[in-house]
């Protein structure tokens, strides 16, 4: 299914790690990208939903795209919410994009039959039932609690220097 907020749980915990050398805004609109073609594809019934878009050099092309854009999109979101934010730099924004759009890859390879990850080299998901997808969802709701703590317990010690 298209735009499931389960990739978002390992993005939380690696924006928890990476601080500001880690965009989770542009992780989270390669998320969107990524999913865009599965969307046409239930749209339009196509037997393919996860098709050139969800492989190596797929995740590479959206992740540069997501950097690109993402960047200059984030930057005036954050300025226009008035959130301050550290000087957004492109590394930050290149890492979310690119992180943002493997991980997505590597998730969606173990959950769905119709992907090809070494697209074009092999038709073959070694990565199909890797771990049960129940287990999955749990590990990406535990990075996503685990996000959550840490990036909370940090803005409270923050207010209390
Ligand atoms: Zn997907």
Same mark, same amino acid.
């Given at each position: 299914?298209? #735009?499931?907020?389960?990739?978002?749980?390992?993005?939380?915990? !690696?924006?928890?790690?990476?601080?500001?050398?880690?965009?989770?805004?542009? #992780?989270?609109? +390669? /998320?969107?990208?990524?999913?865009?073609?599965? &969307?046409?594809?239930? !749209? @339009? %019934?196509?037997?393919? !939903?996860?098709?050139?878009?969800?492989? =190596? $050099?797929?995740?590479?092309? $959206?992740?540069? &795209?997501? %950097?690109? $854009?993402?960047?200059?999109?984030?930057?005036?979101? &954050?300025?226009?919410? @008035?959130?301050?934010?550290?000087?957004?730099?492109?590394? +930050?924004?290149?890492?979310?994009? =690119? $992180?943002?759009?493997?991980?997505?890859?590597?998730?969606?390879?173990?959950?769905?039959?119709?992907? /090809?990850?070494?697209?074009?080299?092999?038709?073959?998901?070694?990565?199909? @039932?890797?771990?049960?997808?129940?287990?999955?969802?749990?590990?990406?709701? +535990?990075?996503?609690? #685990?996000?959550?703590?840490?990036? +909370?317990?940090?803005?409270?010690? @923050?207010?209390?220097?």
């Amino acid at each position: 299914m298209p #735009f499931t907020p389960i990739h978002l749980g390992p993005g939380l915990a !690696l924006k928890a790690i990476g601080g500001r050398h880690f965009s989770f805004m542009v #992780f989270g609109g +390669a /998320q969107v990208l990524m999913d865009i073609e599965p &969307l046409i594809g239930i !749209l @339009r %019934g196509w037997a393919v !939903l996860h098709g050139r878009t969800h492989s =190596l $050099i797929g995740a590479l092309l $959206i992740g540069l &795209l997501a %950097g690109a $854009i993402g960047k200059p999109i984030s930057a005036a979101c &954050l300025r226009w919410l @008035r959130i301050p934010h550290a000087p957004f730099t492109w590394r +930050a924004a290149f890492a979310g994009g =690119l $992180i943002g759009t493997y991980s997505h890859v590597l998730l969606d390879a173990i959950m769905h039959y119709d992907l /090809q990850p070494a697209w074009p080299w092999s038709p073959a998901n070694p990565l199909l @039932r890797w771990i049960s997808v129940d287990a999955l969802h749990l590990w990406c709701v +535990a990075l996503g609690g #685990f996000g959550c703590a840490v990036l +909370a317990a940090r803005a409270a010690w @923050r207010r209390l220097e």
